[in-house]
């Protein structure tokens, strides 16, 4: 009030005694509580929690690193940070259930664009993708948490896969690891004849089949849609990517990957049944493992090269993870320094080396990290991210392309060409699928 004001209302106090007044006030009620209380201040602020959701790694030395770090952050902040972790197809569910609800963990961890399938319930994060280095971000990366301008995930990490391969298997083919996909179909042919062929799994599998079908599409000019959302994938392009599988998979490779999942090929590799396939550093990772646990030197046979290139180039499906914040959580400040926590420089380097190869970092600067260069059966995965695009593209990354990836229609349109039908035939019918989806 103004001092006419006060004066109005019979109130004479300067600004000075109103001062001194309430903080007597407030002394006196604090002399009260304390004698109320025996002379201690009472604890009426419960300690802070933040829980944090995500994915239980196939490196199960990354979980340990994680929470590692998630206790060494909340005794710098002052906050107790539980970590859980469960399967990674469990996500959904329980993000779903949080979002609704509005009530759950504080902090998620979602892959690919998972983030914008729930923006709603997702705090925006610009600032922090700012300080990550912004459009230096890969733009895969990027592409899964851009929200219409507003990003609802910060991009933490990505797993990739390259082609691991059997040394001595490739040297009695004199078979050279493949630059193009017309060097992969000459190099399987010889090796099948030898009794080694190229294992892919090309069924319902969540991982495999669509890395592989996907990134030999893109190779041959391929594309499901355009930068326009219309369905573009009754092409000459297309008709010559399935042209290709058929013969690849008939002269270079197990049949009997039709049935596989995203086990049964590294199951087969270490049977040594198959010469080459398709995976994440995983198979690589355990061979090194048992190298040093079980003294078996198989780790030595093997090397690694990226999906070879196409009339089209080189392009690459990548995982992209991402953490992100509920709206809903009460502690939003501590979680987003949290955030900043792990993708400090030296905690990021600590996660990436436990990880072996398995993950990659959401900048090109990761690209030149030590660990690609010591072990240089690594470093084609240092690589891959540079190639990488979503699997909307060269449209957007929604809702709808997440839709055409769950029903396996690229994979389809390509197992039901290996399996004897035509390619103008598997092409018309992946169009249709298609349309049933983006109209």
Known sequence: MSKKANRRHGLQLTRRQFVRSTGLAAAGAAGASLGLFGGKAPAFAQSR???????????????VEVNRQAEEFGKTEGIKVKVEHINNNDLNARTTAAVESGTGPDVVQLFNNQPLLYAPGLLGVNDLVQETGGNKIYPFFRESVDDGGTYVGLPYFATGAAWVYNKDMYQQAGAKPSQTWDEFLDSGTQLKKLGFPVGQALGHSFGDPPGFAYSLFWAYGGK???????VAVDTKETRAAIAYVKEFWKAACDESGLGWDDSANNRAFAAETI????????IYFVAKRNL??????????LDHFLDPKGPAGR?????????CIFKASKVQSAAKNYLRFCLKRENLDKLIRVNDGYINGPTPEWEEHPLWKEDPALTPFAHAPATSVTYGWPGPNDRKASEAVAKYILVDMFARAVQGESADAAARWASSELKQIYG
Do not use: C
Not at 49 to 63: G, I, R, T
Not at 275 to 282: I, L, P, Y
Not at 294 to 301: G, R, T
């Open 49 to 63: 929690e933040m829980h944090v959701l995500e994915w239980s790694s196939f490196v199960k030395e990354a979980d």
């Open 224 to 230: 499901l849609i355009d930068e326009h959302s219309k």
């Open 275 to 282: 010469s080459v396939t398709r995976n994440g550093a995983s």
């Open 292 to 301: 040093v646990q079980k003294q078996d030197p198989f780790a030595k046979k």
């Open 315 to 323: 392009r690459h499906s990548m995982t992209a993870y991402s953490r």
